[in-house]
């Protein structure tokens, strides 16, 4: 591959996503090296003031400073955009770095946002907290129920906002239908993609506007690094993100890009993989819990929804006991292999019990409105045999009483 050949849509656009994961947005320096370069740099200097003053204007691409542009930064940007079937892409801090300024750069005082009811527990606080406090109204409803998201626009709504597969309940909303309706009233669909990740989902082949990410999930994938990315339109992300994103500086540090491109070259593997482990510790968890939400399993309320927009399951999946809070956490302390952790799209196996951890702060009433019980545990699925997570498993049910 030649130099600048990574950043040449005209040919890295052909390429299968595969080959886009390992090679797409990689630009060599003049030392031609293998693994993408690491610009660990606040700065840049200039050979003349006019090239600067060019820079500042918009009429030259170089660099400028790192809170607008890095060499290492750009291409990890570029991967994801290629992965994604967008235009453009700017990477952020974390995910509610991602999250928080995919919203903010696009709503005003006056303003009013239609969001689910299952979400991540920060993403609930942006609609239920932050964003009322600065003039936008927001309606919650059951990202499930078509009906549901037609009936709460306004003559002033401006954004959907959603996850599929939501965090921890598994919901999956149709995307054809909700974005398909946000487009033919004006309103900007914005879709968090990171329990998928374009491997194994494309909102945007569906309608999507904007798609959002916790990169430090399956993309990176190996508990290392936060990162965040939000993903549309030339226009959207020139246009709307970037002068937020500019004067605000949630930006992404060089190093964190850089782990990030690394943790890209092996997450079509990764994904397939721990995707193939979930379904085979799925199966064998429904036999033996009250309920379980997995999508890729028949007993799933919108599995054959989840199959029509899904390449594969994920890593991730929920089930709830009978006995509550005291019945989880017996459970989680029974468990040898796999690790107690909040964290999810890690190569290794995790569980967490989201009323205590993920979803505490929505309080008692709020977990209920969200489906979210006491007994609830979310698993990851890591990329160990399938076969010692589930005989873990099997040993804490037994202790946990099941």
Request: aromatic share 6%; proline share 4%; hydrophobic share 40%.
């Amino acid at each position: 591959m030649k130099r600048t050949t990574g950043q040449d849509r005209s040919k890295t656009s052909q390429w299968r996503p595969a080959t886009q994961a390992v090679r797409g947005g990689t630009w060599r320096s003049e030392q031609g090296e293998t693994s993408e370069a690491l610009f660990l740099t606040s700065g840049y200097s200039y050979e003349d003031a006019g090239t600067v003053a060019a820079r500042f204007a918009g009429e030259d691409a170089g660099m400028t400073y790192s809170r607008l542009q890095n060499p290492t930064v750009q291409m990890l940007e570029e991967r994801i955009a290629l992965l994604e079937g967008a235009e453009a892409c700017r990477v952020q801090a974390s995910g509610m770095a991602a999250m928080t300024a995919a919203l903010l750069c696009q709503l005003s005082a006056g303003d009013h946002m239609v969001t689910a009811r299952a979400a991540f527990g920060s993403c609930r606080w942006l609609g239920d907290h932050l964003l009322p406090r600065f003039g936008v109204e927001v309606t919650v409803v059951d990202a499930c129920d078509n009906a549901a998201w037609e009936a709460a626009i306004r003559p002033n709504t401006k954004v959907f906002f959603f996850e599929t597969p939501a965090n921890p309940t598994m919901d999956i909303a149709d995307l054809e239908y909700i974005c398909g309706l946000a487009r033919a009233h004006g309103i900007t669909s914005v879709i968090d993609n990171a329990f998928c990740t374009p491997v194994l989902q494309r909102p945007l082949e569906f309608g999507a506007d904007v798609v959002a990410y916790s990169a430090t999930k399956l993309m990176d994938g190996q508990g290392r690094v936060l990162a965040g990315a939000v993903c549309g339109s030339e226009t959207f992300i020139n246009e709307k993100l970037l002068p937020f994103q500019r004067n605000t500086g949630p930006n992404l540090s060089p190093f964190n890009a850089w782990v990030v491109l690394k943790g890209l070259e092996t997450l079509d593997l990764r994904a397939r993989r721990q995707s193939e482990n979930a379904l085979k510790v799925g199966r064998f968890v429904e036999s033996r819990v009250p309920r379980i939400l997995h999508p890729w399993l028949e007993s799933h309320p919108q599995h054959n929804l989840a199959r029509r927009q899904m390449v594969d399951c994920g890593p991730i999946f929920s089930f709830v006991l009978d006995g509550g809070r005291e019945q989880a956490h017996a459970l989680l302390d029974a468990l040898e292999l796999v690790d107690i952790s909040n964290n999810i799209g890690d190569s290794r196996s995790l569980m967490c019990h989201p009323a205590s951890t993920t979803h505490h702060n929505m309080g008692p009433e709020g977990r209920e409105a969200m489906g979210i019980s006491e007994g609830m545990l979310r698993l990851n699925v890591g990329l160990e045999d399938p076969e010692d997570v589930i005989e873990d498993i099997d040993r804490a049910l037994t202790k946990a009483g099941l």
